[in-house]
């Protein structure tokens, strides 16, 4: 029994020195004051203050894993399928599904490791940064005086910027493990809102630039794994293709095909190239690619060899971008002026009086990467029936407690009650209208997974109606609340793009490049036998004519 008990509090204490281990290895061990309370608001968990740093850094440990280890047990049921289709996990049943048997199998497919998380947190400048576009990298560098050879090339500025991270930082007087709102300092809001646009990461809303910044912050890790996937998707299938690109195959294409096959990826071709330099030129092309550098590159069949891994999803990025951009054009061409006018009101944009319709659009167009800066009168009509008759009983306001009473008070009354008990509140101020804000607030969050879900098809299709979009024919609830959903997150967010749509994109353009690769091979395949066979006959006449002559 005494060996027993003698094995337990060794194990305890082997288990205490582990976890002290751990804790003390942790990449918010070193953080400043400033930066723990940084991450604990950009999380939204909630800390005292004052809090000395023993306190904070107890609550981050608390909080680490569900947002930085295992993000995704925070998500929903339709989130975590859409994870595992993403990533090609075969599905199952969805009947036999379990939300328990998807985390564990999401969790079996998750970018990193809980020990890659720490390491890649305590070096925060070696990734934070992929994600920025290239003109974004060069105003950082301007801004900050960091010299960058010319020509400015994506690999330059991303070394050129890492060396001086630290520097930068220290002249702001600002700490670097988890950057404040100094290195967004040369983004403006609408950058902000297109980054989380691009990566599928919606909006706070209502929000303000400091809201912006701790979500880019906050969501940079996933948007960065996510694009490393892909790129390495890419550089794969890429790398499969020109494997198969031999010097025969070389050796058989004419010089048309070599010259487009140079054009297509990226390879200069001076003017005045014999052909034996052209293929050459290919052969180097394809060392490049396959030889030792590979694994610092992203070998896209539509870019040139040097490309940093992430412009491999750049022409991908650019193309979706412009794809939804196009799909919320098109849709805020149905809307009313109300609706127009409640869409620019909610960000701050000033609409000047008697502002024609077109001149609307345009406003919201050019504003479709603006996020809302405050709740609206407008933001009533999605709210569910419940929510709706919640806020009229506690607003305090007579006339709109005597609707919500009403059992048969439709929908459209009720929100017509809320919006004018919300009008009232805005005008007096003070604690009506903080009361408003803190219950939209409250429920506008609680809506988000579920909006639409308990509305009637009458309810969906008047909704439908207010923004000018008609109801197909024969339309299921289901098709009328993915409508539905539709015109409430163009209006909500403005331009979006869900994660999926991007990274489709990259796939669909990289398969693009492959086929052309792979058609040019086949050709290239089908010419070499052709010249095979011709050589093959023409030795044959040789042997008959040297047989003849014997």
């Not at 990566?199 to 912050?217: C, E, N, Y």
């Not at 890790?221 to 996510?226: G, N, S």
């Not at 992430?310 to 951009?325: P, R």
């Not at 509140?425 to 604690?431: C, D, E, L, Q, V």
């Amino acid at each position: 029994m005494r060996i027993a008990k003698t094995l337990l509090s060794l194990a305890l204490v082997a288990n205490a020195a582990v976890a002290s281990s751990w804790f003390s290895n942790a990449a918010y061990n070193k953080w400043h004051e400033t930066e723990l309370e940084r991450w604990l608001s950009d999380h939204d968990v909630p800390y005292p203050t004052p809090a000395d740093r023993k306190d904070l850094e107890k609550l981050v440990q608390t909080n680490w894993d569900q947002n930085i280890v295992e993000p995704y047990r925070a998500w929903d049921t339709e989130k975590l399928t859409s994870f595992l289709k993403q990533k090609g996990v075969e599905s199952k049943d969805s009947a036999e599904e379990t939300r328990d048997s998807l985390l564990a199998r999401v969790k079996g497919s998750w970018y990193e490791s809980e020990e890659k998380a720490q390491d890649a947190w305590a070096n925060v400048k070696d990734w934070i940064l992929d994600t920025w576009t290239d003109s974004q990298l060069k105003a950082f560098a301007d801004r900050h005086g960091i010299p960058v050879p010319q020509p400015r090339k994506r690999d330059t500025l991303l070394q050129k910027i890492r060396e001086r991270y630290e520097t930068v930082a220290q002249k702001a007087g600002e700490a670097a493990a988890y950057p404040g709102n100094w290195l967004y300092e040369t983004w403006t809001e609408s950058d902000l809102k297109e980054w989380l646009d691009t990566h599928g990461f919606p909006a706070p809303q209502p929000t303000s630039r400091d809201k912006l910044v701790a979500a880019v912050r906050r969501n940079s890790r996933l948007a960065y794994l996510r694009l490393q996937e892909q790129a390495e998707w890419s550089r794969k299938s890429t790398e499969e293709a020109y494997a198969s690109l031999t010097d025969k195959l070389i050796d058989s294409w004419g010089e048309s095909q070599l010259k487009e096959f140079c054009d297509k990826n990226g390879i200069n071709v001076p003017q005045g190239t014999k052909l034996n330099q052209l293929r050459k030129l290919v052969r180097k092309h394809r060392a490049e690619l396959l030889g030792d550098t590979i694994s610092g590159t992203a070998a896209s069949a539509f870019g040139a060899a040097t490309s940093n891994i992430n412009q491999a999803a750049a022409k991908a990025t650019d193309t979706a971008s412009q794809a939804v951009q196009d799909a919320f054009d098109k849709a805020i061409n149905t809307w009313s002026d109300t609706r127009l006018k409640g869409y620019l009101d909610a960000r701050g944009v000033p609409v000047p009086q008697g502002t024609k319709t077109n001149e609307l659009r345009a406003l919201v167009r050019k504003h479709s990467y603006k996020a809302a800066s405050g709740w609206t009168a407008w933001t009533w009509d999605d709210l569910s029936i419940e929510n709706l008759r919640s806020y009229l009983a506690s607003s305090g306001n007579a006339a709109a407690k005597k609707v919500a009473d009403k059992s048969t008070a439709t929908r459209d009354e009720l929100v017509a009650a809320a919006q004018s008990a919300y009008a009232s509140a805005s005008t007096a101020g003070g604690g009506s209208y903080a009361s408003a804000t803190s219950f939209l607030s409250k429920a506008t969050d609680t809506a988000k997974a579920n909006v639409f879900e308990t509305w009637s098809e009458s309810d969906l299709k008047s909704y439908l109606d207010s923004y000018g979009v008609p109801a197909p024919q024969g339309s299921t609830l289901n098709e009328l609340r993915a409508l539905a959903r539709r015109q409430y997150t163009y209006y909500k967010y403005g331009t979006t793009t869900p994660a999926e749509t991007l990274y489709a994109k990259v796939r669909e353009n990289v398969l693009d490049g492959w086929d052309w690769v792979a058609s040019q091979l086949r050709i290239g395949s089908d010419a070499a036998k052709k010249k095979a066979g011709e050589v093959e006959a023409e030795a044959q006449k040789k042997g008959q004519k040297m047989h003849k002559e014997l």
